[in-house]
């Protein structure tokens, strides 16, 4: 694709984000737009959310489960930029009716970075190291491409299919849990809807962490201290709508809550 | 349970259908569920079938080593069409050591689940057993393996007829690590499968009946509709965390739980 596609795609996904519109699938109207082709879309689309005044915070990993990999025909994760408006607190019921489209639920873990990780030669141990804590964390993704018909071009440009999030309000050190097998549970209006552990998110959500910092060293980019960063879902996606009450709890880490209206 | 006092088989057809299941485990191969022969059997028929099965073994010299529940994890209920947990007893040969062998030959068609095992310090007896008494009655929690086995084709069968076939007990592997039940997060405590070292199952201890404690009490509550007891020190597995996972010969697998080490075996 050449820069002005690029840009007119950028813009595009903007707009539909502000208009809560959906759009055909890139991958059908440019039969050779590459994935490098659509992270370029994702960051026209990030520049227009800053110069609206948006303030990037972090950024989230997805397409980290076996599920999602296969059903993409995918065997790489992918990566989003998070921004401060998209950020909830626990008891703030969060507008999904009025910002998201066709929203779904993810139980993930966040983690919080105290030093940079600069890529390429990103271990585990330095990801560890680094690592201020981790909190337990609901991403809500969206898709602006109709009916979530996406291949992986589609989620890369559309900011990896990123919505809204919370955290929970307790942090761990990632000394004091194994995070490859503290389990999850997520809870739906009162009832248990799915379980799940670490290992769910390329073996260990460490694993995702290391990736993106690898990933993002071969541009040049670092991840931050200070930096949220949500490495991917443990379970199945749920779709929410207003109304709905989501608890997530996580064994060693603690629980995270939303109210969606 | 409903009909679960109520026999509609005689004493001989239930001692006739106890040999016919156990002849089908001892021996490895496969039957038709029993209910296509006898549709009027009752839960009570089930029961006392699995009950004659348990009897024979110990007039062989076997002993009692455990109980288990089984169906217990919605994963597990949606898997098998049924829609009511039930439980089974463990004999002595059921029990391989971690790290062991166990043979696929002596075996039908295999499945591993991985569990939590309650070893119990006072005695439970229903009804009216709740996660209170559970918690109070437990000595230690340890990680469990459970190698399931129906004897039935292709693992179709309904509730009367696995209940028959001492709800597909065959083997079971303990592991090492014991921790008291206060110092476990037992709801989201975290269960990871690998068989030959890829990652096929995930889970945590809600997915069996919203916490592991319930499923031994609704043990407690189902053996008290019988007059029987969980005694104290008895060892019992709470039902699969995870959906079963076919072995084949020469798998290996290992089991990653969280706070609680691991528990791994290879079928030879």
């Not at chain 2, 889970?203 to 029987?228: C, K, W």
Request: glycine share 10%; proline share 4%; charged share 25%.
């Amino acid at each position: 694709m050449n820069p002005q596609q690029i840009q007119a795609c950028g813009d595009e996904l903007y707009e539909a984000l502000t208009k809560k519109e959906t759009l055909r699938p890139f991958t059908e109207r440019f039969e050779d737009i590459t994935i490098e082709d659509a992270y370029h879309i994702s960051l026209r689309m990030v520049e227009r959310r800053v110069q609206a005044g948006a303030k990037i915070i972090g950024k989230k990993i997805g397409v980290t489960s076996k599920a999602v990999q296969n059903m993409l025909n995918v065997h790489q994760p992918d990566f989003g930029y998070l921004t401060d408006d998209m950020a909830f607190s626990q008891g703030e019921e969060m507008p999904i009716s009025e910002r998201l489209i066709q929203p779904k639920a993810e139980g993930e873990i966040a983690f919080i970075l105290k030093k940079d990780l600069i890529g390429p030669g990103i271990t585990n141990a330095d990801v560890l190291a680094a690592t201020d804590c981790v909190i337990p964390c609901f991403e809500i993704v969206d898709s602006r491409i109709e009916n979530w018909q996406i291949k992986i071009q589609d989620t890369v440009a559309d900011n990896a299919s990123c919505g809204l999030f919370v955290l929970g309000d307790r942090a761990i050190s990632p000394r004091e849990v194994d995070l490859s097998t503290c389990g999850m549970v997520v809870e739906k209006n009162g009832q248990i809807i799915s379980t799940g552990a670490g290992a769910a998110a390329l073996g260990s959500p460490v694993n995702c962490v290391t990736w993106l910092a690898n990933t993002l060293g071969q541009f040049g980019i670092p991840l931050k201290a200070g930096e949220v960063i949500l490495s991917g879902s443990l379970v199945p996606l749920e779709p929410v709508q207003a109304g709905d009450f989501m608890t997530v709890s996580i064994g060693g880490i603690g629980s995270a809550s939303v109210r969606f209206t | 349970m409903a009909e679960v006092q109520e026999n509609k088989l005689t004493q001989a057809q239930i001692e006739q259908l106890a040999e016919h299941c156990e002849n089908a485990e001892l021996q490895a191969y496969e039957i038709t569920k029993i209910t296509n022969d006898f549709p009027e059997m009752t839960y009570k028929d089930a029961f006392d079938i699995q009950w004659e099965i348990r009897r024979r073994k110990e007039a062989r010299g076997n002993k009692i080593v455990g109980m288990k529940m089984g169906l217990t994890s919605w994963a597990k209920m949606a898997q098998m069409g049924v829609e009511h947990p039930c439980y089974g007893f463990l004999a002595d040969y059921f029990s391989i050591p971690d790290g062991g062998e166990i043979k696929h030959d002596e075996l039908i068609h295999p499945k591993i689940e991985a569990e939590l095992a309650f070893v119990t310090k006072a005695p439970l007896k229903g009804p009216g057993v709740h996660i209170g008494d559970v918690l109070r009655a437990t000595d230690f929690v340890m990680p469990a393996v459970e190698v399931i086995d129906s004897r039935y084709k292709d693992f179709k069968f309904d509730l009367k007829s696995v209940i028959a076939d001492n709800s597909s007990s065959s083997r079971f592997i303990a592991g090492g690590t014991m921790k008291k039940a206060e110092e476990l997060d037992l709801k989201n405590l975290g269960v990871v499968m690998e068989i030959n070292g890829e990652v096929v199952q995930l889970g945590a201890g809600a997915a069996v009946l919203g916490h592991p404690a319930s499923s031994v009490a609704m043990l407690a509550n189902m053996l008290g509709e019988r007059g029987e007891e969980i005694p104290a020190g008895t060892f019992i597995m709470i039902g699969a965390i995870t959906a079963a996972v076919q072995v084949n010969k020469g798998d290996s697998f290992c089991v990653r739980y969280q706070d609680l080490g691991t528990v791994s075996g290879k079928f030879v």
